[in-house]
């Protein structure tokens, strides 16, 4: 979708670093979230955060942080706690007070920890 | 916490088949929205369903929310190679954050 932007597309890190995922929307939606996504699986909820300055914990949140300084932006870090970082890591936007409360889905990162 | 079941897992067809994959729930769900995932992309949305009984059609596919709102449906009449990736239903019943079902992966055979 456009106006929600995720970078890098790939990234390599070596096993016990932190690393931090960046995710940036220009839909001026209050809602962001990221979601975790492994090979043949679904989607699961890491963080979401309704509006600036506040977030709360998803499904998965162990290993994982979040800040919301900006509207518009919403970066992850994967800290050296998460025990299995190896995945496919999507951002998603809302409107939080529609009807019609689509989630608009960055392109994604794939993260790799070797 | 509110989950929803998606079946089956994998199909695959041959293309002209129909294909359909199904959503349910144990609770009331206050919507039911659908996503398709291309190979190797994200996740695009493709519609809401809100009232019960509710059927609504684009083009070939064909969505349903149940009586109950517990369950829905996503039915492609003739499927095309174009129709491959894999579609999950959501729940965004809770506070405004989406339970995604673990989707059904559709492959076609041409």
């Known amino acids: 979708d456009g106006g929600i932007t995720q970078s890098p597309k790939y990234l390599f890190r070596k096993e016990g670093q932190n690393v931090t995922l960046s995710c940036e929307q220009n839909l001026n939606h209050d809602a962001m979230y990221w979601y975790r996504q492994d090979p043949g699986q679904g989607l699961r909820l890491i963080y979401y955060s309704q509006i600036v300055n506040d977030f709360q914990k998803g499904d998965i949140a162990e290993g994982y942080s979040v800040s919301r300084e900006k509207k518009e932006s919403f970066p992850l870090t994967v800290t050296s706690a998460q025990k299995n970082p190896t995945a496919f890591y999507l951002c998603?936007?809302?409107?939080?007070?529609?009807?019609?409360?689509?989630?608009?889905f960055g392109q994604g990162t794939r993260l790799t920890v070797v | 916490g509110q989950q929803v079941m998606q079946i089956p897992q994998y199909q695959h067809v041959q293309e002209g088949e129909d294909f359909t994959t199904y959503c349910n729930s144990s609770t009331t769900l206050s919507n039911i929205q659908w996503y398709k995932q291309r190979p190797g992309g994200h996740p695009v949305f493709l519609i809401q369903?809100?009232?019960?009984?509710e059927v609504k059609k684009q083009k070939r596919l064909t969505f349903q929310f149940g009586e109950a709102k517990k369950n829905s449906s996503l039915h492609i009449t003739a499927t095309q190679t174009t129709d491959v990736g894999t579609y999950f239903c959501?729940?965004?019943?809770?506070?405004?954050?989406?339970?995604f079902g673990d989707g059904t992966t559709l492959t076609v055979k041409p």
């Open positions: 369903l809100v009232k019960s009984g």
């Open positions: 959501a729940d965004n019943t809770n506070a405004g954050k989406s339970t």
């Open positions: 998603a936007s809302s409107p939080r007070d529609s009807r019609q409360k689509r989630a608009f």
